[in-house]
């Protein structure tokens, strides 16, 4: 008789628990899904060929509009002649007119704005020993490095020297550089895909031959 009345009441508290541990309310909240990390994108970095305007807050004569950016890197200004534009930020663009104009002591605190009238075509040459050798385009607001243009033609050829890859970059002072980079390494899981020679990021107008094995 005993066993038959602790029976029911045991059934019940199994049930009552169940029930509780189902409830909504004592359910773990759901975490949040991180979601995967965007590519980086970077301040954009004046070129060669854009086309930028420079006001000066309160000296009207010293406006300029339609400046293009010559190959040397160069636009050249009212009083302070030419200066150095290519491969800075609109910021640093901003500061080093300012300070062009601070220290020839034409002006004692200029307020510099530069703006890019018209954007030019940010592309590298890749020949060689890819599988789509051309002109390819670097988006203007984010980097991209040597792994990934050899990717985004196609990746090398059955002959290719992906361990001696040249890049030949001008220089802002016009003279030429040159980086022999390791991609293959990376790109076969040989070293770190994301460090190295790999993760090289690329400029406008660099240059990249992929050299064939010697057999």
Request: net charge positive; glycine share 8%.
């Amino acid at each position: 008789m005993k066993t038959s009345l602790l029976r029911p009441r045991f059934l019940s508290a199994v049930l009552a628990l169940a029930a509780g541990l189902l409830a909504p309310s004592s359910l773990p909240a759901a975490q949040p899904v991180t979601p995967k990390a965007d590519k980086k994108y970077v301040a954009y970095k004046i070129t060669r060929g854009d086309t930028v305007s420079v006001a000066i807050l309160g000296e009207q004569d010293l406006n300029a509009g339609g400046k293009r950016v010559e190959a040397t890197g160069t636009i050249n200004l009212s009083l302070i002649g030419e200066v150095n534009l290519v491969g800075l930020t609109i910021a640093e663009a901003q500061e080093s007119i300012a300070k062009k104009y601070r220290d020839d002591r034409y002006l004692r605190n200029p307020q510099v704005s530069v703006t890019v009238e018209v954007y030019a075509p940010r592309t590298v040459i890749i020949s060689g020993k890819v599988n789509n050798p051309g002109r390819p385009e670097i988006p203007a607001d984010t980097e991209m490095t040597i792994k990934e243009l050899i990717f985004k033609v196609g990746g090398f050829s059955e002959t290719a020297r992906g361990k001696e890859v040249i890049v030949t970059r001008t220089m802002p002072d016009g003279t030429l550089k040159t980086y022999k980079l390791d991609v293959e390494s990376a790109i076969k899981g040989r070293a770190p895909s994301d460090s190295g020679d790999a993760a090289f990021v690329l400029q406008p107008d660099d240059t990249i031959y992929v050299p064939e094995k010697i057999i």
